[in-house]
């Protein structure tokens, strides 16, 4: 497999699911491709092993982000956490939430106290029981200190322990659920649970293309892990363990997932395009999220609050009216009003939430046909034209059940067919 191409593509697909600016986005990541333990401070280091404990507890990623700003005010001094006393520890469980774990840390905090007053500093530490004195060093040496880590500090487990080397920069990727997930789909490995060939495929990566490997971690685990980070600006990662985007993912031609199935997820990239919309808050131009549903961000904005205040019966009516449209090749906009784009296209409906009727406005382009139906209510109205001063007609109607949404496309594909 060609890993550079296989990188790229990852970091391809995480720029699609951004919400942060392009120069924001390549900063948060290039902060990747510079990590070394000699960078950091012994505060910095027993922080990294405190934080890893709570990203291998079993809860969301993007749960334990949120919480990381109140838990690094509390935790990141263990020279003074060392000294805090039953009510002081107590009152930080009460602001973070976690009894067992910040039992746990207060215990380490000790540990490493020691160790860092017995050598001087975790990084002396290192190298006069390891004899380690930067990230390359062997395997061996490696798995001395990850085993040693396991003894010395409580909560530091399996995926903890590597968790935790590979955030000081050594060659050892952290193989947790996401990695080994993505690995599997790939084909990289051939038993998911396979924790040693997941670190050796991670090396592998990061030797020939002579990046870090927290930088490979980084990329691979927001690929494939469920909702928003700030880690990198991303809203929700592709490659999940339920529902993966198949349709956004930029690495399927690598892909060996059985189950990866084209165009079924429309549901969950449109739920990304409207947060990402309210999350950049720009209007500076158009954005297409599929080849039919395409629109301003500000109209964006707009009709999420609209989708989000209709009924669930009339959201699923307009997923379906639109992934019909799709499969018909017809182009959609979600708009508040007719506007110039009906010139633009041939064939053309703008969609929008009329929450007075309790159903979907649908403008459907005039083009010389006399459209009736018995089902449906066709209004024939004009707009002003952006271009030329001169009114064009559509066709106005409101859809609220199957038999009319059904009735609706019947109709565009007459018109799509006529035109």
């Not at 697909?13 to 919400?19: E, H, P, W």
């Not at 990239?269 to 309210?278: N, S, V």
Request: some cysteine; proline content about 2%.
């Amino acid at each position: 497999m060609n890993y550079e191409q296989l990188t790229e593509r990852v970091v391809d697909g995480l720029r699609k699911m951004k919400y942060v600016s392009d120069e924001e986005f390549e900063k948060k990541i290039n902060h990747f491709k510079n990590y070394n333990y000699k960078n950091f401070d012994n505060k910095e280091i027993f922080w990294k092993l405190t934080q890893v404990m709570f990203f291998n507890m079993g809860k969301k990623a993007s749960m334990i982000e949120n919480k990381i700003p109140i838990l690094k005010e509390n935790l990141y001094d263990y020279e003074k956490l060392i000294n805090f006393n039953d009510e002081q520890i107590n009152a930080i469980i009460l602001r973070t939430g976690f009894p067992k774990q910040i039992e746990w840390i207060k215990r380490n905090a000790v540990v490493f106290n020691n160790i860092t007053k017995k050598y001087g500093s975790f990084q002396n530490f290192i190298y006069q029981v390891y004899n380690i004195n930067d990230i390359y060093c062997s395997n061996k040496q490696l798995e001395y200190l990850y085993c040693d880590l396991k003894k010395l500090f409580i909560g530091i487990g399996e995926t903890a322990g590597w968790h935790f080397l590979t955030d000081l920069g050594f060659n050892s990727l952290k193989p947790d659920t996401v990695i080994r997930r993505i690995f599997y789909r790939l084909g990289l490995i051939e038993e998911e649970n396979d924790l040693n060939k997941t670190i050796e495929i991670g090396r592998e990566i990061s030797k020939q293309l002579n990046l870090p490997i927290r930088y490979i971690d980084i990329i691979f685990v927001k690929y494939g892990q469920v909702g928003k980070s700030d880690v990198l600006g991303t809203i929700d990662g592709i490659c999940t363990e339920n529902n993966p985007k198949c349709n956004l993912c930029t690495i399927k031609s690598f892909c060996k997932f059985k189950n990866c199935k084209e165009n079924n997820y429309m549901k969950e990239e449109r739920k990304i395009d409207f947060l990402k919309a309210i999350e950049t808050k720009t209007i500076l131009k158009d954005m297409a999220t599929t080849s039919g549903a395409i629109y301003k961000i500000k109209e964006k904005i707009k009709f999420k609050e609209r989708f989000d205040n209709a009924s669930k019966e009339l959201q699923d009516l307009f997923i379906e009216f639109v992934n019909k449209l799709d499969e018909s090749g017809i182009k959609n906009y979600a708009t508040n009003t007719p506007d110039y784009r009906l010139e633009q296209e041939r064939v053309f409906a703008i969609a929008n939430f009329f929450p007075s009727k309790n159903a979907i406005k649908i403008a459907i382009k005039y083009t010389g046909l006399d459209l009736k139906s018995n089902i449906l209510n066709l209004q024939r109205k004009s707009i002003p034209s952006q271009t030329s001063g001169v009114y064009k007609d559509f066709f106005e109607v409101f859809m609220k059940t199957k038999t009319e949404l059904d009735e609706v496309v019947k109709i565009l594909n007459i018109v799509k067919n006529n035109s």
